[in-house]
C-alpha cells in the first residue's frame, strides 16, 4: 500500500478510527463500496491515471441533534474524507448502524479508516486553512489539503472505536497545546483499559463519554453473570443481553423461582440462540423448580432455548442445568446433541438436580455408553439414579477431575456402582476428587454404610443435608476408609427435626465410644473443613478436634447445638484456645446467623441452603 496525500507533500498527522460509530447519537445507516470501477465519485491523484481511486456511498436521510453547531455540508465533507480513505483493494461491504443510547454492534470492515487532522478540524467546526474546491457537475466537494495514510503497519482488525459528541470535542480542543483526554485514540485507550479490572474500568469510564464506550468494548465482556433479582437487574439484563448477544462468551444465569425472573430468563437465553463463539452456558436457579409454570414460562420452552444454543454454539465447552428437576428428568434430549456436535470440546457437564419431593419423582433410564465420546470431560455432576459400573467405565478418558453425585430417594433397586468399578476408575482417573451428596435422603441416609459408600471411592466431600438423621456407622468409616481423601465434611439438619429429636452426635448404643468427628480429625490428614449444624455436640470434642487438625480452614457449630459440661471459666479457655488455632475472628455461629430453616423447618425453605451448596461443586 502507498500512501495517499492529495497536495504532494509529508503526511503530517492522523487519528485512526473505525467505521462506527461516525457520529454520536446519530441515526444513521451507510453502505460503502470501495472498489476500482465505481464512477459517481472520482478524483485523479497527480498525473497518473493508474492511481485514480474511486468510491461509492449512499446514505439514508438523517437529521443532526439538537444544540449541534455545524451544517450538514460539513458532515457530508467529512465522510465524504473519510470515504475516500478506503483503499482501493478493500472490495467488501461496510455497515454503520448506529441507535441513540446503545452501544454498537461489533460489524467492522477489514479495513481501517485514517482520518487526517484536516478532516478532524472539519468535524470540530474549525476554519479551513485552505478554502475547499467545488466540482457542479458530481455535486462532491474536494478537499485540496488534506492528507490520508492507508498503513500497512497497523492492525487490520478493526476495534470498536467511538468518535466523541462533536459539543464535547470543541469544548476540549480549543487549547492545542493542553491535555485532551477525550482525544485519546481508541486504539491506545483500549490497550490501556485491556491491562485494568473490570471495577477500575468502571472508575475510569467516568472521565468522559469517550471512555465510557470504551468500558463497553466486547473484549471486556467476554464473561457476564446476569443476576435477577429486582426490576433494575432485569433492565440492566437486557441491556447486556441485547449489546454483547453475539460477543459475549461465558454466561452465568443467576434468578430466583418466580415467573418474572424465568421469564426474563429465557429473554436471555433467546438473545444468546444466535451466538456462535458462546463456550460457557452455567443456570444458577435459586430454587430446584418453577413457582408456577404458566404456558409461557415452564420446563419445556427452557429446555427448547438450551437445544438451540446447543446447536448454533460452534465449540461449548460446559453447561449446566442448574440443578432444576424439569430439565433432568429425561437427559437424552440434552446429551444427544451435546454428543453429536461437542463432544470433542465439551469439559464441564452438570446434569445433577435438587427434587422437590425425594420420595416421589419420575427420571428416564440413561444409556451410559454416550459417555465415551466426551474425550475431554473432567467435570461432571448426574444423580445417583444413573451411576452404576457402565457410567464410570465410560468415563475412561483419564482427565476426570471431580465427579459429583445427588442421592434423593431410596427405594432398593437402584443398581449403584460395585467396589471393583470404582477401583478400576480411580486407577484410570488418578486425580479425580468425588463429591457426595445426600439431599433430603431420608431413607438414603440409613443405608450410607451398607449400600452407598465404598472403599475404593475417592470420596473428598460428604455433604448430608436435612436427612433428620446420623449414621453413625457412615462416619466411622470416613476415617477407615478415606484417611488420604477425605477433605471437607457438612452436616446440616433443622433443630426440631421430627425423626430425631434429640438430634445427639453421639450414638447411644455405645455412649463411651471414641466420636467419630474426632477420629476424623485425627486420621483423615488432608480433612480441612467440618459443618455441624443441628446435632448436639460437647465443647471438649471441638477442642479435640482443633488440637488434632491444626491446618482446619473452616469449622462451623451452632452455639445452640453445644453441650457445656464445664465451668464458666473452662469454657473460656477452652473458646480462646479455639480461637488460638482458628483465628481471632472465629465464634459459634448465634441463632441470628442461621437460616430460618434450620431454626425451625416449618418457617422456612431448605432450598435457600441448598441450592448454593450444590451449585459450588459445579463451578
Known amino acids: 500500500r502507498s500512501n495517499i496525500s492529495a497536495s504532494g507533500g509529508p503526511i503530517k498527522r492522523r487519528l485512526r478510527m473505525s467505521t462506527?460509530?461516525?457520529?454520536?447519537?446519530?441515526?444513521?445507516?451507510?453502505?460503502?463500496?470501495?472498489?476500482?470501477?465505481?464512477?459517481?465519485?472520482?478524483?485523479?491523484?497527480?498525473?497518473?491515471?493508474?492511481?485514480?481511486?474511486?468510491?461509492?456511498?449512499?446514505?439514508?436521510?438523517?437529521?443532526?441533534?439538537?444544540?449541534?453547531?455545524?451544517?450538514?455540508?460539513?458532515?457530508?465533507?467529512?465522510?465524504?474524507?473519510?470515504?475516500?480513505?478506503?483503499?482501493?483493494?478493500?472490495?467488501?461491504?461496510?455497515?454503520?448502524?448506529?441507535?441513540?443510547?446503545?452501544?454498537?454492534?461489533?460489524?467492522?470492515?477489514?479495513?481501517?479508516?485514517?482520518?487526517?487532522?484536516?478532516?478532524?478540524?472539519?468535524v470540530r467546526g474549525e476554519n479551513e486553512e485552505e478554502p475547499l474546491r467545488e466540482n457542479d457537475d458530481n455535486n462532491n466537494r474536494l478537499i485540496t489539503n488534506n492528507v490520508v495514510e492507508d498503513d500497512a503497519t497497523t492492525t487490520t482488525t478493526t476495534t470498536m472505536s467511538s468518535l466523541k459528541s462533536c459539543t464535547d470535542v470543541a469544548t476540549t480542543a480549543a487549547q492545542?497545546?493542553?491535555?485532551?483526554?477525550?482525544?485519546?485514540?481508541s486504539v491506545i485507550l483500549l490497550e490501556i483499559f485491556s491491562y485494568l479490572p473490570h471495577e477500575s474500568r468502571i472508575q475510569a469510564s467516568q472521565v468522559c463519554r469517550h471512555w465510557r464506550y470504551g468500558l463497553f468494548h466486547p473484549s471486556f465482556w467476554k464473561k457476564i453473570t446476569f443476576t435477577l433479582k429486582d426490576n433494575d437487574s432485569i433492565v440492566w439484563s437486557r441491556c447486556l443481553s441485547s449489546w454483547f448477544q453475539f460477543s459475549v462468551q461465558e454466561v452465568t444465569i443467576r434468578c430466583e423461582s418466580a415467573n418474572n425472573f424465568v421469564r426474563e430468563a429465557l429473554f436471555v437465553l433467546k438473545k444468546l440462540s444466535s451466538n456462535k463463539q458462546l463456550r460457557k452456558l452455567l443456570l444458577e436457579p435459586t430454587s430446584c423448580m418453577f413457582e408456577y409454570p404458566t404456558q409461557d414460562v415452564n420446563g419445556k420452552k427452557l429446555l427448547e432455548q438450551l437445544l438451540t444454543i446447543i446447536e448454533t454454539s460452534n465449540s461449548l465447552e460446559a453447561l449446566s442445568l442448574g440443578c432444576i428437576e424439569e430439565l433432568t428428568e429425561d437427559l437424552t434430549y440434552i446429551l444427544e446433541p451435546l454428543k453429536n456436535k461437542h463432544s470433542n470440546h465439551l469439559t464441564h457437564l452438570s446434569l445433577a438436580s435438587v427434587k422437590d419431593d425425594p420420595d416421589r419423582y419420575d427420571f428416564l433410564e440413561l444409556e451410559c455408553s454416550m459417555f465415551r465420546s466426551f474425550s475431554k470431560l473432567t467435570i461432571l455432576t448426574i444423580d445417583y439414579d444413573h451411576l452404576s459400573d457402565e457410567l464410570l467405565q465410560a468415563l475412561n478418558s483419564g482427565l476426570m477431575e471431580r465427579l459429583v453425585i445427588h442421592v434423593h430417594g431410596w427405594n432398593g433397586e437402584y443398581i449403584g456402582a460395585s467396589n471393583?468399578?470404582?477401583?478400576?476408575?480411580?486407577?484410570?482417573?488418578?486425580?479425580?476428587?468425588?463429591?457426595?451428596?445426600?439431599?433430603?435422603?431420608?431413607?438414603?441416609?440409613?443405608?450410607?454404610?451398607?449400600?452407598?459408600?465404598?472403599?475404593?471411592?475417592?470420596?473428598?466431600?460428604?455433604?448430608?443435608?436435612?436427612?433428620?438423621?446420623?449414621?453413625?456407622?457412615?462416619?466411622?468409616?470416613?476415617?477407615?476408609?478415606?484417611?488420604?481423601?477425605?477433605?471437607?465434611?457438612?452436616?446440616?439438619?433443622?433443630?426440631?427435626?421430627?425423626?430425631?429429636?434429640?438430634?445427639?452426635?453421639?450414638?447411644?448404643?455405645?455412649?463411651?465410644?471414641?466420636?467419630?468427628?474426632?477420629?476424623?480429625?485425627?486420621?483423615?490428614?488432608?480433612?480441612?473443613?467440618?459443618?455441624?449444624?443441628?446435632?448436639?455436640?460437647?465443647?471438649?470434642?471441638?477442642?479435640?478436634?482443633?488440637?488434632?487438625?491444626?491446618?482446619?480452614?473452616?469449622?462451623?457449630?451452632?452455639?445452640?447445638?453445644?453441650?457445656?459440661?464445664?465451668?464458666?471459666?473452662?469454657?473460656?479457655?477452652?473458646?480462646?484456645e479455639v480461637k488460638d488455632v482458628m483465628g481471632k475472628q472465629w465464634k459459634l455461629l448465634s441463632d441470628k446467623e442461621l437460616p430460618k430453616v434450620v431454626i425451625n423447618p416449618l418457617n422456612g425453605d431448605s432450598r435457600e441452603v441448598i441450592m448454593p451448596m450444590v451449585l459450588r461443586d459445579q463451578k
Open 20 to 122: 462506527s460509530p461516525l457520529f454520536d447519537h446519530l441515526s444513521t445507516y451507510a453502505t460503502i463500496s470501495a472498489c476500482n470501477n465505481h464512477i459517481p465519485w472520482s478524483r485523479k491523484l497527480g498525473d497518473k491515471s493508474e492511481q485514480n481511486k474511486r468510491i461509492t456511498y449512499t446514505t439514508q436521510p438523517f437529521s443532526l441533534p439538537p444544540q449541534r453547531n455545524f451544517e450538514a455540508p460539513a458532515i457530508r465533507e467529512f465522510l465524504s474524507t473519510a470515504l475516500y480513505c478506503c483503499s482501493s483493494s478493500c472490495r467488501e461491504e461496510i455497515k454503520v448502524s448506529e441507535r441513540r443510547g446503545l452501544a454498537p454492534r461489533e460489524t467492522y470492515s477489514p479495513s481501517c479508516l485514517f482520518v487526517s487532522g484536516r478532516a478532524l478540524d472539519m
Open 420 to 576: 471393583n468399578a470404582w477401583m478400576a476408575f480411580t486407577e484410570k482417573n488418578p486425580n479425580c476428587e468425588l463429591r457426595l451428596n445426600l439431599i433430603h435422603s431420608y431413607n438414603a441416609v440409613r443405608v450410607l454404610d451398607s449400600e452407598i459408600l465404598q472403599p475404593a471411592m475417592p470420596l473428598t466431600h460428604l455433604k448430608v443435608l436435612f436427612c433428620e438423621s446420623v449414621n453413625f456407622m457412615a462416619l466411622n468409616q470416613l476415617s477407615h476408609w478415606y484417611p488420604n481423601t477425605l477433605q471437607s465434611l457438612i452436616w446440616i439438619d433443622s433443630f426440631n427435626s421430627r425423626k430425631n429429636p434429640v438430634n445427639q452426635m453421639y450414638d447411644a448404643d455405645d455412649i463411651d465410644g471414641p466420636d467419630p468427628l474426632v477420629i476424623a480429625a485425627w486420621q483423615c490428614k488432608n480433612l480441612s473443613e467440618i459443618v455441624l449444624i443441628g446435632k448436639k455436640y460437647c465443647l471438649h470434642n471441638l477442642l479435640a478436634i482443633v488440637r488434632l487438625r491444626h491446618n482446619m480452614e473452616k469449622l462451623e457449630f451452632a452455639e445452640s447445638d453445644i453441650v457445656y459440661e464445664e465451668s464458666a471459666s473452662d469454657r473460656e479457655a477452652i473458646i480462646d
Open 176 to 185: 492545542d497545546n493542553g491535555t485532551c483526554w477525550d482525544s485519546l485514540p
